[in-house]
């Protein structure tokens, strides 16, 4: 009787996991009429090269892929590396002021992301980059979690093992290329797939920083195609549709260093 239980549990979990992607799936395929007809249709239609064509046309969909895409891929390198680096230095390396420091660090994990939009857009108008790419990308290069992340993980690297390397010879910048990253890779990418997924779907801080149509992101395209009097949500459906593929794909290539990752968080300290 338990093994039912259980199976009729995980069955019902997984449909309520899966089932909203199934019929976002389906609904693509269909016309805005069909999608809010009843009952609900639950089978492929046949308005999905229409629908997708029609996205093509309104928001230019190639275009605000590749735009995403650029900013999510350069966002996280440029953070993987910021994170790595400064967690190196925070667990490594003794210094004055470092503990007051990774303390000031981990007190802004409890400062809501608005407060500190307006402070960002002053800099980065200041500096001349709104309605520019290194206006979404260089704010979000420091992530203190990251770094709160990698310097945990750190933690639980000999530090013989380092001075080994240092002994024969090799520079700090070798030792954490050639010793650190081979041994933190599942980390990397744990961290990799978080920082792509809210990079992906960064909404609100490009919708300020950009004034381009030509140079929106993908969730800034799709929020054009919501009409005062009418929306066509086959084209919405598209395009929410194609803007989960990349983060399924990446979860999918990365799933045993994603894994991985997460349970060496949870058992160094």
């Not at 744990?190 to 490009?206: H, S, T």
Request: proline residues 6%.
């Amino acid at each position: 009787m338990k093994g039912w239980t259980l199976t009729f549990t995980l069955a019902v979990v997984f449909g309520l996991c899966v089932g909203p992607f199934y019929w976002l799936a389906m609904a693509a395929t269909h016309s805005t009429a069909d999608i809010f007809s009843w009952p609900p249709k639950f089978y492929p239609g046949d308005q999905l090269a229409a629908n997708t064509a029609q996205l093509e046309e309104s928001i230019g969909l190639v275009r605000v892929l590749g735009n995403t895409l650029y900013v999510a891929v350069v966002q996280t390198a440029g953070a993987i590396v910021v994170s790595l680096l400064a967690g190196y230095a925070f667990a490594k390396f003794s210094f004055k002021g470092r503990d007051l420091l990774f303390v000031l660090l981990l007190s802004t994990l409890v400062i809501p992301g608005g407060v500190t939009i307006i402070p960002i857009f002053e800099m980065m108008n200041d500096l001349g980059l709104i309605d520019s790419y290194p206006a979404l990308i260089l704010p979000s290069l420091s992530v203190p979690f990251g770094i709160f992340l990698m310097r945990q993980s750190l933690l639980a690297i000999p530090d013989e093992l380092l001075d080994a390397a240092r002994v024969d010879g090799a520079g700090e910048l070798r030792v954490l290329w050639r010793v650190v990253v081979p041994v933190m890779r599942p980390v990397l990418a744990a961290l990799a797939v978080f920082l792509f997924l809210g990079a992906w779907n960064d909404f609100l801080w490009p919708l300020i920083a950009l004034r381009t149509p030509e140079m929106y992101t993908l969730p800034v395209a799709l929020a054009t195609l919501q009409g005062l009097a009418r929306t066509d949500f086959g084209q919405v459906m598209v395009g929410t549709a194609i803007s989960s593929l990349p983060m399924m794909i990446l979860f999918l290539v990365l799933q045993r260093q994603f894994i991985s990752g997460l349970l060496a968080g949870a058992t160094k300290g």
